[in-house]
């Protein structure tokens, strides 16, 4: 049954019925509709339009009904309304009768929905957070198991500079706190409570919104009626917060699909994240780590959805602004998720610290120490490099490593070179020098563990 109909003499057409009812997917915001109205009611009741025992009747029937959609949200999906909104209500007038009637005064669905659904993005965006420190405690976890797993770092997947694991692992720690402090703060932003702003104009009750607001968990009421039902600034911020983050994801599901491939062999992806081919028995494929390269585009979309449909939104309400949720619903379930596999595929990851190893000795990858050797004995940097090009391509033409030329190949291109270059050219030697803060130093990746982990334990912004 629809909550308007006395303008209407015809029936709605089933057609358009299915769609424009909305409930098969804000079902979800059945638990914070009811709790707007839970404090609507309280708001209604302290301007008089309500008696006290009628409220206390509202409140308990709404507890109940709290409790009953909390077990089972899932099977609201498919009843016959428009919307949750209207759900919440006739199932709250089947039991209260006439009273269940009086809950609407001075509110309209349009701050209603406003407030459901920052309601809903606060919950959720809680979930989320969890989520993501879960990621970067196994990350870390991950950092210090594999601590001194030497392997390539790379430039354009050109082997360029020695690593270790650890360090791989903690860039990634690093870019998902800042999403943390990116969904942190998008939750501060959405601190001001919509409801008691009517259709649009405002209520005309003398409510006090701020103490609503409050009561909602929120800060204080939203100053701008007009703004208050027609923001969806929240959904657009939630959105980009997780494209971002899948951006991360994506990134390091992409670094791990090319180091679980036969070309690297660096790590080995275990059997309870990988799938086989129907065609191909020696295959083990890294579809988890795909999904979440793939499922990043989608998060885009819903937040290129988003902006597309609040761009040039005339204000106030719009029904366009039906379209926030089931993109908004969608991409977070899939930010969650993504976050979660993230996880689970570094849980019994293995690495082949052998290969690593070779990998990161291959590749010309200690040419920045040999030219930092030259530095060393007084050669400006730019002839010292050009100096190691040279010596570079002399090697290749050979097939040795820099560390497999004689003295006296070094010392025809710069005769400064000594017996002392050896050791420079080890690939430690290399880790162990880059000891400034964020550098991939044993001491340095020790400390940025230590930092992580008790930046963990806090969990707090900084
Ligand atoms: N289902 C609607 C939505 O999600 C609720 C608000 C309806 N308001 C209205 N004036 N029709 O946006």
Not at 74 to 86: Q, R, Y
Request: hydrophobic letters at 45%; a negative charge; one cysteine or more.
């Amino acid at each position: 049954m629809a909550l308007w109909g006395g303008r209407f003499t015809q029936e709605a057409d089933a057609r358009f019925r299915a769609f424009n009812d909305s409930l098969r997917f804000d079902y979800r915001m059945a638990e914070q509709d009811i709790q707007g109205s839970i404090s609507w009611a309280g708001a209604i009741a302290s301007v008089g339009i309500i008696t006290p025992a009628e409220h206390d009747a509202l409140v308990a029937a709404l507890k109940d009904l709290q409790e009953e959609v909390v077990r089972d949200p899932a099977s609201i999906a498919g009843a016959d309304f428009e919307d949750i909104h209207s759900y919440v209500e006739s199932l709250l007038i089947d039991r209260v009768g006439d009273l269940g009637k009086k809950l609407h005064t001075g509110r309209s669905r349009n701050d209603q929905v406003a407030t459901d659904l920052k309601l809903w993005c606060r919950a959720q965006a809680a979930v989320l957070a969890d989520s993501i420190r879960g990621l970067q405690r196994r990350l870390v976890d991950t950092a210090a198991e594999f601590r001194d797993v030497i392997m390539p770092g790379y430039t354009h997947l050109q082997r360029a500079q020695p690593v270790v694991f650890a360090h791989w692992a903690l860039a990634y720690a690093e870019m998902l706190d800042r999403d943390w402090i990116r969904l942190d703060n998008a939750v501060r932003l959405m601190n001001r409570c919509p409801l008691g702003s009517g259709a649009l104009a405002g209520t005309a009750y003398p409510v006090d919104r701020d103490a609503l607001a409050r009561e909602l968990g929120f800060e204080e009421a939203t100053r701008n009626s007009l703004d208050s039902v027609s923001d969806r600034d929240h959904v657009a911020e939630l959105l980009s917060c997780a494209s971002i983050s899948m951006m991360h994801l994506s990134r390091f599901a992409e670094d791990l699909i090319i180091y679980n491939s036969g070309e690297s062999a660096f790590v080995e992806l275990s059997d309870r994240v990988t799938s086989g081919s129907s065609l191909m028995p020696q295959k083990k494929n890294p579809d988890a780590l795909e999904l979440v390269r793939g499922k990043t585009g989608r998060v885009y979309g819903a937040l290129t959805g988003i902006l597309t449909t609040l761009k040039a939104l005339p204000l106030a309400y719009d029904k366009d602004m039906q379209e926030d949720k089931e993109g908004l619903f969608d991409a977070l379930d899939t930010w969650h998720d993504c976050l979660d596999m993230c996880a689970l595929v570094l849980e019994d990851m293995k690495i082949r610290r052998e290969r690593t190893l070779d990998a990161a000795k291959g590749g010309y990858s200690n040419a920045t120490e040999l030219a930092d050797y030259l530095v060393s004995r007084g050669v400006p940097f730019r002839e010292a490099h050009h100096l190691v090009g040279e010596l570079v391509v002399y090697a290749i033409g050979r097939s040795l490593p820099l560390e497999g030329l004689s003295l006296e190949e070094f010392r025809k291109v710069s005769p400064v070179i000594g017996e002392d270059v050896y050791p420079c050219l080890d690939v430690k030697s290399a880790l162990s020098k880059r000891a400034a803060k964020g550098g991939v130093a044993p001491e340095q990746v020790d400390a940025a563990i230590a930092w992580m982990r008790k930046h963990l334990a806090m969990d707090v912004a900084d």
